[in-house]
């Protein structure tokens, strides 16, 4: 439906309810915001470019800690690294719940580590590091599962001869594959026809609700989600996936060994059977996919979307993509596959690793979290259950502590002598205790996709460098770049 349709309905709803309601009730003490209409919230001081940019602007006026109402729902704001730190980190706990996303609501209605809350999300996420651990690091660590996937992209490549093509579903394929590796206990073929099918199930769904109609639907869920939308398609594409994942829940129970746990699966079926007397118990099948759920979606898009940013990134700056591979020619030189090891001796690359994170910026907003009680914050009263944004964005891109925060410069994370130099306002994963389960896979699929690629081949665009649009094409909950072409040409 197009978006000024869905706006004027949701201002007819909301002129209605209206009447019948009055205003929002009182919360606690909340901190500073714009006045509030009835039902439609702040939707006055919403901009046209989406919700960041709308928060971006009322920070100007109301500092780093306000509150805005998304429809009926009061969200506190934390901007800068100082705020964000202060809750996420000083008071952990008390900022530690999951607030909703309205266009996958209906598929999670939390269950699975990513929404859940409380006991359940403690028993998943420690379930989840553990397992994940067990098979990640086990016989095969993690690093060799990388190595090996950067092989077969290697051989995929070079079996493209130079020609043109959009890496999307290469970069997507590499990334879900080792998170397939661990969770279902293999990996897929680059031209398995129900994998391609996933993928592209992923990449709609990812796009749609960062949308400029998902981040309205986010405003009003309530009401559109009554009528054909966005929502529609990412609710059917998700259960797709799940019954995708049911149907391979059922092949592991099929082949269970007890004695011989293959993959995270296997894991939880044995945990089930163990906790099958326990009434309460969060190891239910309803978890079980939802869990599996959100650690494939999870561990599929960010990643490959970060590497699609870091390649266009390379085309835009090539000089930047030549040093690189100067230094893994001194470093690692072109026979043996890169290693993690090798990251610590090359501190251009990890510049540019963590350059091409800090401007990709993949989730503005997090995700959003929730207060699990009553909080004083900075001498406000937080009522238990108010969600609350960590706006990511606005330490990524903090002008106090990156010299050129829009530009793309390595710069920012190298010292004067040329060492990797950190800084605290670099926080992709996140913070605190919902901080990305997956930070230690990422940065390790980070770095060995990126230097096997750019060890075997160079790159080339059909574009000149300057005509390379960095925009990206949606911005909302994810940042989403340009599609682009590239040829990968064999060093
Ligand atoms: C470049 C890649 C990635 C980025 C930038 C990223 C970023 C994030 C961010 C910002 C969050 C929200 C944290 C919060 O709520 O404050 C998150 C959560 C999460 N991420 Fe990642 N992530 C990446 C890769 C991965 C991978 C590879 C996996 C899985 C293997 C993964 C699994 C998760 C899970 C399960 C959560 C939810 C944690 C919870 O609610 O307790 N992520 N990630």
Not at 80 to 86: D, F, L, P, R
Not at 140 to 164: D, F, H, N, T
Not at 283 to 302: H, R
């Amino acid at each position: 439906m197009e978006l000024s349709i869905f706006l004027f309905l949701a201002v007819l709803m909301g002129l209605l309810l209206l009447l019948v309601k009055g205003r929002p009730k009182g919360h606690g003490h909340l901190p500073p915001g714009p006045h509030p209409l009835p039902f439609l919230g702040n939707i006055l001081q919403m901009d046209r470019g989406g919700l960041l940019k709308s928060f971006l602007r009322l920070r100007e006026k109301y500092g780093d800690v306000f509150t805005v109402y998304l429809g009926r729902r009061p969200v506190v704001m934390l901007c800068g690294i100082e705020a964000i730190k202060e809750a996420l980190v000083d008071q952990a706990e008390d900022f530690s719940g999951r607030g909703k996303i309205a266009m996958v609501e209906p598929v999670f209605q939390g269950y699975g580590v990513i929404f859940a809350n409380g006991n359940r999300w403690k028993t998943l996420r420690r379930f989840s590091l553990a397992t994940m651990r067990d098979f990640g690091m086990g016989k095969r660590s993690v690093e060799e599962r990388i190595q090996e996937e950067a092989q077969c992209l290697v051989e995929e490549l070079q079996k493209s001869k130079g020609a043109l093509l959009d890496p999307s579903f290469l970069f997507q394929s590499i990334t879900a594959n080792i998170i397939s590796s661990i969770v279902f206990g293999k990996r897929f073929h680059y031209r398995d026809e129900e994998f391609l099918k996933l993928l592209n199930l992923f990449y709609q769904s990812f796009s749609l609700t960062s949308s400029l109609s998902g981040q309205l639907f986010e405003l009003f869920s309530d009401f559109l989600k009554f009528f054909p939308g966005a929502h529609r398609q990412v609710y059917k594409n998700l259960e797709e996936i799940n019954g995708f994942i049911g149907r391979s829940v059922e092949e592991h129970r099929e082949t269970l060994d007890p004695s011989a746990p293959r993959d995270l699966i296997d894991a939880y079926l044995l945990r089930m059977e163990k906790e099958k007397s326990n009434p309460h118990s969060e190891f239910n099948q309803k978890n079980l996919i939802l869990n599996t759920l959100s650690l494939f979606v999870a561990g599929t898009e960010t990643t490959s979307t970060t590497l699609r940013y870091g390649f266009l990134l390379m085309l835009k700056y090539p000089h930047v993509a030549e040093r690189v591979h100067k230094e893994i020619e001194q470093v690692i030189g072109m026979r043996r596959p890169p290693a993690l090891d090798d990251r610590v001796k090359m501190p251009y690359t990890d510049a540019v690793i963590h350059e091409i994170q800090r401007f990709a910026d993949l989730l503005p907003l997090a995700v959003p979290h929730m207060v699990t009680k009553d909080t004083h914050f900075q001498g406000y009263i937080i009522p238990k259950n108010t969600e609350v944004f960590p706006i990511l964005n606005s330490a990524l891109r903090d002008p106090r502590y990156f010299e050129k925060p829009d530009a793309f410069n390595p710069e920012h994370f190298l010292d004067a002598s040329g060492a990797l130099k950190k800084n605290e306002a670099f926080i992709p994963f996140s913070l605190g205790k919902r901080i990305c389960l997956g930070e230690g896979i990422a940065k390790a699929e980070l770095f060995l996709f990126f230097t096997t690629i750019l060890q075997s081949f160079s790159l080339a665009s059909p574009m000149a460098p300057g005509d390379i649009d960095l925009t990206p094409q949606e911005s909302g909950l994810g940042k989403i770049p340009r599609t682009y072409q590239i040829r990968f040409l064999p060093h």
